[in-house]
């Protein structure tokens, strides 16, 4: 019997991470945040100077990181391990986020992601948090949902985040709305695994949801099937 992968989708401040956290405590699952390894890919680049702008580069660049990150089970989650410990916070700053989005559109980087995601099968029992995950990564399991915000409700989510790591000022609101939905149109238009509501997926509107009310939608959902 395969084991159980539960995906939840969404562009970013849509509350993935909260929720998929949340739903892997209630359930006794691993939790897998497959926008962490785009981070440490975009981290290994920018220590090689390899320029992201670069789809050739970064081409060339991806099978190298191939043995670079190591998989372990840690406190309920998989964890990342590079060159022996985990980067925290490294993979958070405004340099990566302005970096990523360019070396997530790469079709090499896609695959060595979700060959990287698909490995994790051995491990056990997965929640796991993106925006291809559904729909390009696991598209036979069946729970999967996608998670969805205003972009106003998400800028407020993202900006508290930010101010809280001491990133962002309290009056940087449009300029992180502005960052988002750039984002956004960066992943819907890409032409490898583009941001997209997996067919069948269940979808969740959390603009209005506290964390509790969403998590409990979809256990409920996730209860019922």
């Known amino acids: 019997m395969q084991n159980i992968i539960i995906t939840l989708d969404g562009p970013a401040a849509s509350g993935k991470s909260t929720v998929s956290?949340?739903?892997?405590?209630?359930?006794?699952?691993?939790?897998?945040?497959s926008g962490a390894l785009y981070r440490i890919v975009t981290y290994l680049a920018l220590q090689e100077n390899v320029d992201t702008s670069s789809p050739e580069a970064l081409a060339a660049f991806a099978p190298k990181c191939a043995g670079a990150v190591e998989f372990v089970v840690r406190n309920g989650r998989v964890?990342?391990?590079?060159?022996?410990?985990?980067?925290?916070?490294?993979?958070?700053?405004?340099e990566i986020n302005k970096h990523v989005s360019p070396v997530s559109v790469s079709p090499e980087v896609r695959?060595?992601?979700?060959?990287?995601?698909?490995?994790?099968?051995?491990?056990g029992n997965l929640v796991v948090e993106g925006r291809d995950i559904g729909s390009v990564v696991f598209p036979d399991s069946p729970f999967r949902f996608y998670l969805d915000a205003d972009a106003d409700e998400r800028a407020r989510r993202r900006l508290k985040e930010d101010i809280a790591k001491g990133f962002a000022k309290a009056d940087a609101q449009d300029a992180v709305k502005a960052s988002l939905l750039n984002?956004?149109?960066?992943?819907?238009?890409?032409?490898t695994a583009p941001l997209?509501?997996?067919?069948?997926?269940?979808?969740?509107?959390?603009?209005?949801?506290?964390?509790?009310?969403?998590?409990?939608?979809?256990?409920?959902?996730?209860?019922?099937?």
């Open 21 to 33: 956290k949340a739903i892997s405590a209630r359930l006794g699952l691993i939790h897998v945040d």
């Open 111 to 123: 695959a060595l992601v979700t060959g990287w995601l698909r490995s994790m099968r051995t491990l």
């Open 79 to 94: 964890a990342y391990d590079v060159g022996g410990a985990e980067l925290g916070d490294k993979i958070r700053t405004p």
């Open 196 to 225: 997209t509501i997996p067919e069948g997926a269940f979808v969740v509107d959390t603009t209005p949801l506290t964390i509790e009310e969403v998590v409990a939608t979809i256990l409920e959902k996730i209860n019922n099937r």
């Open 183 to 191: 984002r956004d149109k960066i992943d819907s238009s890409r032409k």
